[in-house]
């Protein structure tokens, strides 16, 4: 690469600042920030093309979660834009301040920061720029609750979809999904999280196919399979470690609904099922397979529906409800207490989140899965 091989510096710096999108969007992160923190070192005059590596170091590090390292860049990109009297430098500076602000709890002022980043940015003619904080409004509201999210959002995604942008319209897709799963649109939130990934095929972005699968795995577990949440859960963190994600990235709130996901599966699941379902998520590691694998509902029903759920009785027992038998039957077959007998049964329709026993029957005849003796 023309960045490990000397030449001019400041050529350097904007050469390692041209390649942002390579970094953030092609799973470059790590390889992305080295070379930025080279480029800079070498470079250390007050110039044009130091403002924009500094920007781009900024969105580098807060999309790995490192704030105190991004807030480093920060200050010196909102210190030069002053000094160089740039008005696209110092709106995008403002721009990523709300970011960085937002991913420590401070909504409302990020959301007056990307308004005014917006409007300075299409002041100065930088339309495009312009849009990508329309974006982050559109975003950023989704994630609140904010009731203007829809429009807005739904205005960004036509605008996109007229310029062929698929990576940020599945940013918004995204956005939208969540607050459709926060309004309880469990179906909704599910569906537009599916179309989102459908955009991102064909970009090999870990950290915002990670994302997808974590909404996803959300939403999934609020319809009782936590099977499958877990498998979801075990490819996005499978995608987090290969970008070297902190727990700090994208906001306190991503980390306390992950936590919350994993508690209910492991609740249902036991620890044992749960870190078997996450290490069959986690072996699909890159951002194309991870989305096959959640875009196909096969795996969805298999994990619904998959043995390795139930313990060796419980998939005796549910062979017995398969046949028709109630549940003084079963036990009286299997020599167990009517009240074992009960709890099999109810411990097998919470695991699969079924709400009947013929919802067990059905799922057995399908998976023909036999008891094991």
């Known amino acids: 690469m023309a960045l490990d091989h000397g030449g001019d510096p400041q050529a350097r710096l904007s050469l ?3 390649l942002v999108l390579h970094w953030c969007v092609g799973g470059f992160l790590g390889e992305g920030r080295r070379q930025l923190e080279r480029a800079l070192a070498a470079a250390p005059e007050p110039t044009p093309a130091r403002g924009r590596a500094l920007i781009a170091a900024v969105r580098v590090t807060l999309t790995q979660g490192e704030l105190e390292t991004a807030e ?19 709106a995008q500076a403002s721009g990523f301040r709300g970011t960085s602000v937002y991913y420590r709890g401070g ?23 312009a849009t990508s904080w329309l974006l982050a409004l559109a975003c950023v509201r989704a994630y609140a609750g904010d009731p203007r999210a829809v429009e807005t959002g739904e205005r960004v995604i036509a ?70 949440a877990a498998r ?20 306190p709130r991503r980390f306390e609904h992950h936590a919350r996901c994993r508690k209910a599966a492991v609740n249902v699941l036991g620890m044992a099922a749960f870190r078997q379902a996450l290490a069959e998520g986690a ?11 959640a875009l196909d509902p096969a795996h969805e029903f298999a994990s619904a529906a998959g043995p390795g759920m139930l313990t060796r009785r419980e998939r005796e027992v549910a062979a017995l409800v398969a046949q028709g038998m109630s549940n ?38 399908r998976t023909q899965v036999p008891a094991e003796q």
Do not use: C
């Open 16 to 18: 390692a600042a041209a």
């Open 159 to 228: 605008d996109l979809e007229a310029r062929g942008e698929r990576w940020a319209r599945a940013q918004a897709l995204m956005a939208l999904g969540y607050h459709a799963w926060e309004g309880g649109d469990r179906d909704a939130a599910k569906a537009l999280v599916r179309s989102a990934l459908e955009s991102m095929r064909g970009f090999d972005d870990h950290t915002m196919v990670a994302r997808m699968l974590e909404l996803l795995a959300w939403s999934t577990a609020s319809g009782n399979n936590h099977g499958w």
């Open 232 to 251: 979801l859960l075990g490819a996005a963190d499978a995608l987090w470690k290969h970008e070297g994600v902190g727990g700090s990235a994208f906001g």
């Open 72 to 90: 480093r860049w920060l200050a010196e990109a909102e210190a030069l834009g002053e000094e160089l009297a740039d008005p696209v430098l110092s």
């Open 328 to 365: 003084r039957q079963i036990a009286s077959t299997l020599k167990l207490s009517p009240r074992t007998a009960d709890r099999h049964v109810q411990n097998i329709l919470r695991k699969l989140g079924f709400g009947s026993r013929a919802r067990i029957a059905s799922w057995w005849s």
């Open 283 to 293: 072996r699909y590691d890159s951002p194309g397979r991870a989305i096959e694998y």
């Open 107 to 129: 909504t409302e002022e990020a959301l007056r920061r990307y308004e005014v980043a917006r409007a300075d940015l299409t002041a100065s003619g930088e339309g495009r720029q």
